[in-house]
């Protein structure tokens, strides 16, 4: 199975940071990845497909690159709105795999 | 309006038994794989298990393999997970969860909670 490793697992930042967050897949997954945010109660929305495409309707502080192991998700400046954890998910083979997740906090 | 709305969650005894629905509308059901998803109380996300558009192809994850099974019921845009053997470890919210992994077409139901206790 291919495992995801993402970090930090916490981030404490401020509105207007710019922030990244990594996963390291164990073997490669060309750019078979996802990112999601959730919220507390809410179910995952995905910000980037296919590693780096923009979901629709998502700003485009959000941005994703990365192929074959190593993967990124950037928000280029912070808003109230993005506090929240995010995690990515690996399609590539199954069984699919979410990293272990990202919790971005406020300064 | 696409929308999934999962049912069929409950509290149920280990070793007991539990059949969770999602009902589809709004996208074309039957071009979609479909998954379920779920996470424990506090923890991160967990894949479960795949199914096909036609059922050709089922995947499930090693921690429920042998006790979950995956259907779907084009005809009645429907996903359902039928869950045997059910263990504390068990305990989750459960999501249906559709997608075409190359495009932006990503859909959630709300969740529905399963607790497994005695």
């Known amino acids: 199975d291919i495992q995801m490793t993402q970090s930090p697992s916490s981030l404490s930042a401020s509105v207007g940071d710019r922030v990244t967050i990594t996963c390291r897949a164990s073997q490669g997954i060309r750019n078979d990845l996802g990112w999601y945010q959730q919220k507390p109660g809410k179910a995952p929305k995905r910000l980037i497909y296919?590693?780096?495409s923009l979901q629709s309707g998502v700003p485009s502080r959000f941005s994703g690159s990365g192929s074959g192991t190593e993967f990124t998700l950037t928000i280029s400046s912070l808003q109230p709105e993005d506090f929240a954890t995010y995690y990515c998910?690996?399609?590539?083979?199954?069984?699919?795999?979410f990293g272990q997740g990202t919790k971005l906090e406020i300064k | 309006e696409v929308q999934l709305v999962e049912s069929g969650g409950g509290l149920v005894k280990p070793g007991g038994s539990l059949r969770l629905s999602c009902a589809a509308s709004g996208f074309t059901f039957s071009s979609y794989s479909m998954n379920w998803v779920r996470q424990a109380p506090g923890k991160g996300l967990e894949w479960v298990s795949s199914i096909s558009s036609s059922s050709s192809y089922i995947y499930y994850a090693d921690s429920v393999k042998g006790r979950f099974t995956i259907s779907r019921d084009n005809a009645k845009n429907s996903l359902y997970l039928q869950m045997n053997s059910l263990r504390a470890e068990d305990t989750a919210v459960y999501y249906c969860?559709?997608?075409?992994?190359?495009?932006?077409?990503?859909?959630w139901g709300q969740g529905t909670l399963v607790t497994v206790s005695s």
């Open positions: 296919a590693a780096s």
């Open positions: 969860q559709g997608n075409d992994w190359g495009t932006d077409h990503d859909y």
């Open positions: 998910l690996q399609h590539n083979s199954y069984s699919y795999t």
